[in-house]
């Protein structure tokens, strides 16, 4: 008799497990939306998003939005709600693209469009002068990868902004400088807990 094997262990792949998160504002205000609970995603907490878009609110409506480093695109969906013209969501993890996909079919939204790519990566491959110019841009990177640098020069040396653009930049609170560009001036700051969040307004370089 031939010796008995053990059964070979299948490989099976986790599935991310899912989370909501809650439309605060505007049009879609109290929907709930699903997000993949996945390494390094962290949605804006509610208490952010609220002071975030007390901030903007005059500035969010007709707006043309990007959302880098979108994970569960609590700020893009939020903009979208509350009057925004559109909204393009950049997010380099398929399953989470696939879901940002899912929710903007679940809203109804005709004005939102998501890009599976990693930011850095897709600002690079911009056209300068050839693109479409965004009034009001969300960047939440994931912390301590030093990514904000270099996509704030990237969305000027594209071309990517708006005179009078405003741009939010979410980091880790020991980040005393994000090293934005110098016509960036800074609107308004606050730490809450590990997070530090900041609007600046986009001037005019030559001006």
Known sequence: MGR???PRRQNVKSTPSRSQLRIIGGEWRGRKLDFLTIDGLRPTPDRVRETLFNWIQADVPGAQCLDLFSGSGALGFEALSRGAER???IERDIASARQLNS???HLKSQNAEVIQADAVEWLKTRQTDLES??????MDPPFR???VAPCCLLLESKNLLKEGALIYVETESELTDPDVPPHWHEHRSKTAGQVTYRVYTRE???G
Request: glycine share 0%; proline share 10%; aromatic share 14%.
């Open 4 to 6: 008995k094997h053990p």
């Open 87 to 89: 909204a393009t969501f």
């Open 103 to 105: 929710n903007i079919q």
């Open 133 to 138: 110019k965004y009034d009001l841009v969300f």
């Open 145 to 147: 990868k030093n990514l």
């Open 204 to 206: 005019d370089p030559l």
